[in-house]
């Protein structure tokens, strides 16, 4: 078993694969980008993810060579060279190859890149431990400068709010908007647990819709725990009796600190705990 990527139609093994450096998605981060998860070789949500992809790539005016049925093939074509059953798909639409200035229209072909690979975003004891959180003072980037709903490769944003995470020794930073309301994580979206309840911000709040995230909601409504979407300070981490994290690469990852406060009793909740299960089992499932 080995990683491979998928460049234009073609398969590469990882030392091999190239791109152009005149390629607008490197030079000015033009471009969209999915994370994906295979479990026991199937492709977890997969209509989703292509469903976000291609509503980034519209806002962006970017023109995606393939349809979403025949990027599904080219993704199980590129897992089936892996050998992985289990494994992390990254597919990527840049603008293509242009000349250097930022005008689109000198790109002729967008570019379709699909990496298999294993990823594991958070050691195990995390998940048994939970994470240690800070706030950073790096802005959420407001909607009418770049709408976090769009998830392009252009992610300088989230990566100077986790160089601060980094150098104040946390695992993750909560990143909020300009409006001081809590938006998400550098790469993972934010939950809070209060009386049973579980919140998470709204999509106004400047956050990406994460598939993961409408997973978790769609199970903790169907076993019957009150889920909805609504604004959040940092008064309403503090006084949580539970916090958690979603994403696609970290699942469903508990929080126990967050700016040297401890969240409830400063260990993994029953309710995020209940959760966790819950989507292990549905994954189980859908790849069963």
């Known amino acids: 078993m080995a990683p491979k990527v998928y460049i234009n139609g073609k398969l590469y093994d990882t030392d091999q694969a190239c791109v152009s450096v005149y390629d607008h998605g490197l030079l000015y981060g033009d471009g969209v980008f999915e994370g994906i998860r295979v479990y026991n070789g199937k492709v977890f949500r997969c209509a989703a993810h292509l469903d976000r992809l291609f509503a980034s790539a519209q806002a962006i005016t970017l023109q995606i060579p393939m349809t979403k049925e025949e990027l599904a093939e080219a993704i199980c074509y590129t897992l089936g060279a892996t050998g992985f059953r289990d494994a992390y798909v990254r597919l990527i639409v840049t ?33 048994e431990k939970g994470l240690d959180l800070v706030t950073v003072s790096t802005v959420r980037m407001p909607a009418n400068a770049l709408n976090p709903r769009i998830k392009s490769l252009n992610y300088l944003n989230n990566v100077l709010a986790k160089i601060e995470c980094i150098e104040a020794g946390a695992h993750e930073a909560v990143m909020l908007n300009q409006d001081g309301y ?107």
């Open 95 to 127: 603008r293509g190859v242009g000349d250097l200035g930022v005008d689109p229209r000198s790109c002729k072909c967008p570019q379709v890149i699909i990496i298999v690979d294993s990823i594991a975003l958070y050691p195990p004891e995390h998940y």
């Open 182 to 288: 809590v938006a998400e994580c550098t790469g993972d979206n934010i939950f809070v647990v209060k009386d049973g309840r579980v919140a998470t911000p709204p999509v106004d709040a400047g956050i990406l819709e994460g598939v993961t995230r409408h997973v978790v909601m769609e199970l903790a409504r169907g076993a019957g725990i009150e889920a909805v979407e609504r604004n959040m300070t940092q008064f309403d981490l503090y006084v949580a009796d539970e916090c958690f994290l979603t994403g696609t690469a970290a699942e469903i990852v508990p929080v126990v600190r967050i700016d040297s406060r401890d969240i409830g009793d400063g260990k993994p909740g029953p309710v995020t705990r209940r959760l966790l299960a819950m989507f292990r089992a549905h994954i189980a499932e859908d790849a069963g």
